[in-house]
């Protein structure tokens, strides 16, 4: 082995200030010394927090070198020549800290620099309010970010999978390739995606989980900044539950000289048998930078804890385990590949455009709870799931009056097909379906007076829809209605101002913000396929309060009022087919059939008289309060919160009038009724659901986080979380999060290239289930005397499960099964609630030296089978994974 870090040992002096190091020797005395010099490391502060733009100053006898932290906090000093270094860190705010390291027989050292709050303390700055670069100590949101460092050190294949064990966030995943991040129980109709600041939602988004974050490459982000709560003020539409903002790599330009780098990455998981690939270049000079990369990865079936599938159709249908049939779920693999680039270009005047743009694509995306781990249909896939995103972006600072004036133009093209069959004898159904928005934003910023700082601004997305749908019988296509109509717009416009203010010596910190906001669906009609010309037509006026008490420099209380907003959306106005919660239908459709709102969204509903109308939009007022901590060693808050759902909408099950039987809707027959007017069509055991804007709802709990730096080599940290949901019904709301946390303890010294960590994630026991919790194949899992009918003599029959009219296994009959699996019962769920589980994870890392480094991450020790809240798989058993990073 060469004189590398690898090989070296580290002595650290009493005082923890200086960190000397002694050479190994060689059978041959004292190794040569190498002509050139290196060292490289990490700022950060005492919380593990990554400090950028620090200087470095490096001192080697004659030479002295001074380099800046990047965005990650890390630096590179080369050039160096033999002998013992002196090295400081430096940043504003923070106390300097130096190192000495001797090189005089080593090509490289690593060195981490822990600094500490000189006075006041600072921390990460994030971006809660348009316009504004704020310290999450003072800003009166619930926020949470997740670094660089953070990626690269946790189990991510898809990017909502980095949001796991941050507070109060639930990733669902429907399938092993899509991720799908819940805040306060609200999924991502009701959660606002952002890419560097640029809207990424679209209106076909539906309710419950999307998978459209999933498709962005981890490996082109920066960092990832979540806002807890409402922030439609500041984003628009759907930002109800919070905001999701996705910061790519975007690169700086240097002061002098150009420079050119790079980085190469590998990683492989056991669980998935999954590995995958990326490397990316940059290239700096003073009157530009570009950055860009490609990226590629695929997983084959994967395999859950314990390898049981806790909801297997064979389990759900038959009473047998999954592991009659198989050990790893079925067609649970995918590939994904992509590239991105980023480009910044200054000018003299202090203005500048930046642009990005990206394009992914999935192949192979098999929906498992539709297919054996859930419905038992023979397929049921996504493919493809393509993302071309992209946007240009002018920015000038000391624009006349303003301090800020930046301009915006963005595309965003997401493309999203879908295969569906019951048998491989039997019809099959193809559904493709693409959305392209275009947009259009300006904002501006201004110190107004002493202590105001005020951003307005106005933005427009224009949405054009493009669907189809196929059903193939015999070789021969035939057209459907698509689930939302071909050729069908969005369009949203919106206006905003917002005034923060630092008052009374900065001990009181407000802030208030208006939006204004108008949304247009169209849809032309298409006679051919049952397709009425329909414009509908919505606006919104929304407002935030939030304040910040300082009650000294290490305690701030918060408290906000604020108004969330979310328009009808496409997909609420127009879709038709299977869903999450079943069989759904349009409203306008479900009230051309007389239809009457049910009592719930659920197999049990009746109906409440109400008939089916018009949706518009549905609002929010959240009250919240808390409180910070931060010291130079101890950081921690604790949110309460209560959210008011008014004009909420909510799937409900539809209540027709009797002998609808035989109607056709979109295509699709209504093949049977029952006493209480709920209908069903072939495709869906569940009965026939719709939209409507229910009366009220109410969702209350707490967040809390500690972290604590316990020395120089270990950090804590902990976090809690809790929300309990109704409707104005006294019904619990839908996939509420349960009781949750997680706690992680780390080790990291100072002058030594490794670091480990434990982490431990917890959830209770979820018995807070709706009626449409319980039916959903994710959760609860119904099964009737009809559904296990269908499942005996089709796939199981197809599988070779059952022969002759009897199950293999145990010899019964249709009716035996039926009457063991029910108990008796005509029908019964296969959970009533959605076990708790607590989950051990160790990972690790060495830096290897200063262009080399590894991580090493082997997930549930205990090869713990267990699911989380409304995923549609179970998660990962025991895994190893590991990464490999290169940097040129």
């Avoid at 963005?410 to 069959?421: A, G, W, Y």
Wanted: with cysteine.
């Amino acid at each position: 082995m060469t004189a590398d870090a690898s090989s070296a040992a580290w002595t650290v002096a009493p005082d923890g200030g200086d960190a000397v190091q002694t050479p190994p020797q060689s059978a041959g005395g004292a190794l040569p010394a190498p002509e050139r010099r290196v060292i490289h490391g990490l700022v950060e502060d005492t919380l593990g927090g990554a400090i950028a733009d620090a200087t470095v100053r490096v001192t080697c006898g004659p030479v002295t070198r001074d380099v800046r932290t990047d965005a990650t906090g890390r630096f590179v000093v080369d050039g160096l020549p033999a002998g013992r270094c002196v090295a400081q860190a430096s940043a504003d705010l923070f106390l300097p800290v130096t190192h000495t390291l001797d090189l005089t027989t080593r090509r490289d050292g690593l060195i981490r620099f822990v600094v500490e709050l000189a006075g006041l303390e600072s921390e990460v700055t994030v971006t809660p309010a348009r316009g504004e670069q704020e310290r999450t100590f003072d800003v009166p949101e619930a926020v949470g970010v997740v670094t660089a460092e953070e990626l690269e050190s946790r189990p991510v294949q898809l990017l909502p999978q980095a949001l796991r064990e941050e507070t109060g966030i639930v990733v669902q995943q429907t399938t092993t390739a899509q991720s799908s991040v819940f805040i306060r129980g609200f999924s991502a109709q009701r959660v606002v995606y952002l890419l560097d600041g640029v809207r990424f939602n679209t209106s076909t988004y539906r309710a419950g989980a999307t998978q459209y974050l999933g498709w962005v490459d981890p490996a082109a982000v920066q960092r990832i900044e979540v806002v807890r709560g409402p922030s439609s003020v500041q984003y628009g539409s759907d930002a109800i539950g919070g905001a999701v903002n996705v910061m790519a790599h975007r690169p700086t330009v240097l002061s002098a000289g150009r420079q050119g780098s790079g980085l190469m990455e590998v990683a492989v998981a056991s669980a998935d048998l999954s590995g995958g690939a990326s490397a990316f270049g940059q290239v700096r000079a003073t009157t530009f930078a570009l950055r860009g990369g490609v990226s590629a990865r695929a997983a084959d079936d994967l395999r859950t804890g314990g390898a049981i599938d806790s909801h297997s159709a064979l389990t759900r249908y038959l009473g047998l385990p999954s592991s009659t049939l198989y050990d790893r779920l079925p067609a649970t693999g995918y590939r994904q590949s992509g590239w991105s680039a980023a480009a910044t270009l200054p000018f003299a005047d202090g203005s500048a455009l930046t642009a990005l743009a990206m394009q992914e694509s999935q192949q192979g995306v098999s929906r498992v709870d539709r297919t054996l781990g859930g419905d038992g249909l023979f397929r049921s896939t996504f493919d493809p799931q393509r993302l071309g995103f992209g946007y240009l972006r002018y920015q000038r600072t000391g624009a006349g009056p303003l301090a800020v004036l930046q301009g915006t133009l963005s595309i965003n093209q997401q493309q999203d097909d879908r295969l569906e069959q019951a048998r491989p004898d039997t019809f099959f159904e193809t559904e493709t379906a693409r959305t392209r928005v275009l947009g259009y934003a300006a904002q501006g910023t201004w110190q107004s007076w002493r202590g105001h700082t005020v951003t307005t601004g106005a933005e427009v997305y224009d949405e054009a829809i493009a669907t189809s749908r196929t059903r193939w019988q015999s070789g021969t296509p035939a057209a459907l209605r698509p689930e939302i109509p071909d050729g069908a717009g969005y369009r949203s416009a919106a206006v905003y101002v917002q005034d923060s203010a630092s008052l009374m010596g900065d001990r009181l910190g407000l802030r208030i913000g208006v939006r204004g906001g108008s949304f247009t669906y169209e849809a032309p009609a298409d006679t051919a396929l049952g397709v009425n010309a329909e414009r509908v037509r919505m606006s919104a006026v929304t407002f935030n309060t939030g304040a910040v008490w300082s009650l000294g420099p290490a305690v701030n209380v918060t408290g906000s009022v604020s108004r969330g907003f979310r328009a009808a959306n496409a997909f609420d106005l127009g879709a038709i087919g299977v869903s999450g919660g079943g069989f759904e239908i349009a409203p306008r459709e479900a009230a051309a059939l007389q239809a009457l709102v049910g009592s719930s969204d659920g197999a049990t509903a009746i109906s409440t008289g109400t008939p089916v109308a018009s949706l518009g939009p549905e609002a929010m007022y959240a009250f919240e309060g808390g409180v910070k901590l931060r010291t130079r060693r101890v950081a921690g808050s604790l949110v309460l919160f209560d959210l008011e759902l008014q004009d909420a909408i909510a799937r409900r099950t539809a209540i027709f009038p009797a002998g609808i039987t035989g109607t056709s809707v979109a295509g699709y027959p209504i093949v049977s009724q029952d006493a209480e007017g709920r209908a069903y069509v072939s495709i869906d055991p569940r009965p026939i659901v719709t939209r409507v804007n229910v009366e009220r709802g109410r969702i209350h709990g707490l967040e809390a986080d500690l972290q604590v730096r316990m020395g120089r080599r270990w950090i804590g940290s902990a976090n809690v979380s809790l929300a309990n949901g109704r409707d104005g019904d006294d019904l619990y709301l839908r996939r509420m999060p349960p009781l949750m946390g997680a706690m992680r303890l780390k080790w990291e010294p100072s002058v030594h290239p490794y670091w480990a960590e434990a982490v431990v994630t917890a959830a209770a026991t979820q018995t807070r289930l709706s009626p449409g919790d319980l039916a959903d194949a994710r959760i609860g899992g119904r099964r009737r005397r009809a559904d296990i009918a269908a499942f005996f003599a089709g796939t199981a029959t197809d599988l070779g499960l059952v022969q002759a009219g009897r199950l293999v296994s145990t010899g019964e009959s249709l009716a035996e099964v039926q009457a063991r699996v029910l108990n008796g019962a005509d029908a019964s769920f296969l959970f009533t609630e959605t076990p708790g589980f607590v989950v051990v994870s160790l990972r690790g890392g060495w830096r290897l030296s200063s262009r080399l480094d590894t991580t090493v991450i082997l997930d549930n020790l205990t090869d713990r089978n267990y699911r989380w809240h409304g995923s549609g798989t179970d998660a990962p058993g025991v895994s190893l994974a590991a990464k490999l990073r290169v940097r040129l």
